[in-house]
């Protein structure tokens, strides 16, 4: 519903699906939900119902979904995996875990071109189904500073502090030790 209203307030001609109608549940959703409206935003309940559009956006689930998809939310995706439109995921494909890269249920979820991934780029995106069904993969830090977590991929970048240069007089248990 934000990246709704960013593209509305950029000019673009946005159709916003709550698939079967459900509006959301948190008070941050919904609070977007009354941004959109207010801004002269509609909402449809059939994605099939929608027009044709260059760009498909998914932002149906975050990271925490832990059941499989199931009824218009199912719809939902079959929706977006059919469309020859740019396919576009919110921080993960939904019905990806994050952490694993497995589908949450037996039926795959939204495969996107591009997943725009926030805060830090989430191991799932990397691996098993995740691999393919993420595309190109952007990470957007949203301008905040974010502390390691079990969740994140780490780069060289990341290791410096503890990466030093090494003695000739040295033996390897003197550099700690790694698990793989």
């Given at each position: 519903?934000?990246?709704?209203?960013?593209?509305?307030?950029?000019?673009?001609?946005?159709?916003?699906?709550?698939?079967?109608?459900?509006?959301?549940?948190?008070?941050?959703?919904?609070?977007?939900?009354?941004?959109?409206?207010?801004?002269?935003?509609?909402?449809?309940?059939?994605?099939?119902?929608?027009?044709?559009?260059?760009?498909?956006?998914?932002?149906?689930?975050?990271?925490?979904l832990s059941r499989p998809i199931t009824g218009d939310y199912l719809d939902a995706v079959l929706w977006f995996n059919e469309r020859r439109?740019?396919?576009?995921?919110?921080?993960?494909?939904?019905?990806?875990?994050?952490?694993?890269?497995?589908?949450?249920?037996?039926?795959?979820?939204?495969?996107?071109?591009?997943?725009?991934?926030?805060?830090?780029?989430?191991?799932?995106?990397?691996?098993?189904?995740?691999?393919?069904?993420?595309?190109?993969?952007?990470?957007?830090?949203?301008?905040?500073?974010?502390?390691?977590?079990?969740?994140?991929?780490?780069?060289?970048?990341?290791?410096?502090?503890?990466?030093?240069?090494?003695?000739?007089n040295s033996h390897e248990g003197d550099y700690g030790r790694v698990a793989v």
């Amino acid at each position: 519903l934000a990246c709704a209203c960013e593209l509305k307030a950029a000019g673009a001609s946005v159709t916003v699906v709550l698939p079967g109608g459900h509006r959301p549940n948190s008070a941050l959703a919904l609070a977007q939900l009354e941004r959109w409206e207010k801004a002269g935003g509609t909402t449809i309940d059939d994605p099939y119902a929608s027009p044709k559009a260059d760009c498909a956006v998914d932002g149906l689930f975050g990271i925490g979904l832990s059941r499989p998809i199931t009824g218009d939310y199912l719809d939902a995706v079959l929706w977006f995996n059919e469309r020859r439109a740019i396919k576009v995921s919110l921080d993960v494909p939904s019905g990806l875990n994050a952490w694993t890269g497995r589908w949450t249920g037996t039926y795959p979820g939204c495969s996107a071109d591009v997943t725009i991934t926030f805060l830090c780029a989430k191991s799932g995106l990397y691996m098993n189904e995740g691999a393919d069904a993420a595309g190109e993969i952007v990470l957007s830090e949203l301008d905040v500073s974010v502390p390691l977590s079990n969740l994140s991929v780490i780069g060289t970048d990341d290791m410096e502090h503890v990466i030093r240069p090494r003695l000739h007089n040295s033996h390897e248990g003197d550099y700690g030790r790694v698990a793989v």
